[in-house]
């Protein structure tokens, strides 16, 4: 389970992303919990950032600063409305291949699995293609 402690970590957030975010985790916490009941594989956790959360030290797979220079200047991370998920092996991603309901199921949208080796991107803001799955 990926807490609001995991997500913003120490990094000063305006507090209307507290919403956007509780959001996010409720919706992806509960597609963990799907993914889990269904394989029996317990979620990964990050070696580097000590939780379900990937990337490095800068926790930059969780939420972003406006002035982060990971990833898309207009991040849905830096709205609290995107997650990056330690996927090693690809485990989730796989399943939600074969799942595919799961994303509409828990009104969520994810980044082209090539896109993301070792990670699933995750969020709640639909990307302009409308798609599920998206190219970024």
Known sequence: MITLQDYFSDKPHPTEYNLNALTLLYRVNN???AYITD???LMLINPVTGNQISGSNSG???FRLPTSTTGASKSAHKQGMAVDIYDLG?????WIDKNPDALIKYDLYREEPSATINWCHLGTREPLSGKRTFKP
């Open 90 to 94: 690809e485990r989730l991603d796989k």
């Open 60 to 62: 930059d797979g969780g």
């Open 31 to 33: 597609l963990h919990a």
């Open 39 to 41: 394989t029996g594989n």
